[in-house]
């Protein structure tokens, strides 16, 4: 009988598997600073709501505008 720990890991590796984890990129284009909240960028496609990687530091993405190429955080 398998174990609840062995149980949860195939269950993970099963869901998993149907799940892209693909890395998406864009560049911001001008200076940001710790107390911006809205940053352009150059590519609005690249990028949906959620947590976003910039240097070393997560950030959580609130809305992606694509018509001005912004983004905010």
């Known amino acids: 009988m398998a ?4 149980l949860t890991e195939q269950t ?8 892209k984890n693909q890395e998406s990129v864009t560049i911001i284009t001008s200076a940001a600073t710790a107390g911006d909240v809205t ?3 150059d ?4 990028l949906s709501k959620g947590i976003v990687e910039i240097d070393d530091e997560l950030i959580y993405l609130k809305k ?5 190429g ?4």
């Open 39 to 41: 940053m352009i960028v």
């Open 3 to 6: 174990t609840l720990n062995q």
């Open 12 to 19: 993970l590796g099963e869901v998993n598997a149907y799940v």
């Open 43 to 46: 590519d609005t496609t690249a």
């Open 64 to 68: 992606v505008i694509a018509t001005s």
């Open 70 to 73: 912004t983004i905010q955080v």
